[in-house]
T-cell receptor, first 112, second 113 residues
Framework: DGGITQSPKYLFRKEGQNVTLSCEQN?????MYWYRQDPGQGLRLIYY???????QKGDIAEGYSVSREKKESFPLTVTSAQKNPTAFYLC???????????FGPGTRLTVT | GESVGLHLPTLSVQEGDNSIINCAYS??????FIWYKQESGKGPQFIID?????DKRQGQRVTVLLNKTVKHLSLQIAATQPGDSAVYFC????????????FGQGTILTVHP
């Protein structure tokens, strides 16, 4: 089956630790995205990548980092510099820069 | 409809009724709009999209209406079913061609049997 996978579904970390969230797609999409969702709010764009080895900051990139070494993979690292890391993180991909974005199931990160 | 703030707008309907969910978008340069449905604890699912050269588009049981004059988007769901209960988001592209979508806050739809 084609799709986007995110792992793990739930992740718990202590404050001060970096943590990396996985996102893999086998849709052969060029573009990939990371969003953050907080309770009662819409999605906010963290980083996006239109092509391998290239990525751009979104609206709330501070405290996060990404890499895009392979077309199918776009991992997100939540660093200790992120002041409020507890949230639901969603990865998405699209064929090109325009059009529908397909979302993964999300990772719920809790930092205590 | 959607608004700024911590409390999501809600819409409660009876099964079989038609539902209308509204969205006011902010960027007059936006030329692509999309509606997503999100069930609790899951990623958003695509429902329907529309480009600014259209004012109406229909899918299966859903219709999106676009009024560029007042920057308003609506999603109509016909014969709403309990399985339609979810949070619905509109998103706009801000006139960009590189996939940067700006999402609204969302509307909670509850369908009562």
């Amino acid at each position: 089956d084609g799709g986007i996978t995110q792992s793990p579904k739930y992740l718990f970390r202590k404050e001060g630790q970096n943590v990396t969230l996985s996102c893999e797609q086998n849709l052969n999409h060029d573009a990939m995205y990371w969003y953050r969702q907080d309770p009662g709010q819409g999605l906010r764009l963290i980083y996006y990548s239109q092509i391998v080895n290239d990525f751009q900051k979104g609206d709330i990139a501070e405290g996060y980092s990404v890499s895009r070494e392979k077309k199918e993979s776009f991992p997100l690292t939540v660093t200790s510099a992120q002041k409020n890391p507890t949230a639901f993180y969603l990865c998405a991909s699209s064929i090109g820069g325009e059009g529908e974005q397909y979302f993964g199931p999300g990772t719920r990160l809790t930092v205590t | 409809g959607e608004s700024v703030g911590l409390h999501l707008p809600t819409l409660s309907v009876q099964e079989g009724d038609n539902s209308i969910i509204n969205c006011a978008y902010s960027n007059s340069a936006s030329d692509y709009f999309i509606w997503y449905k999100q069930e609790s604890g899951k990623g958003p699912q695509f429902i329907i999209d529309i480009r600014s050269n259209m004012d109406k588009r229909q899918g299966q049981r859903v219709t999106v209406l676009l009024n560029k004059t007042v920057k308003h988007l609506s999603l109509q769901i016909a014969a709403t079913q309990p399985g339609d209960s979810a949070v619905y988001f509109c998103a706009e592209n801000g006139g960009t061609s590189y996939g940067k979508l700006t999402f609204g806050q969302g509307t909670i739809l509850t369908v009562h049997p």
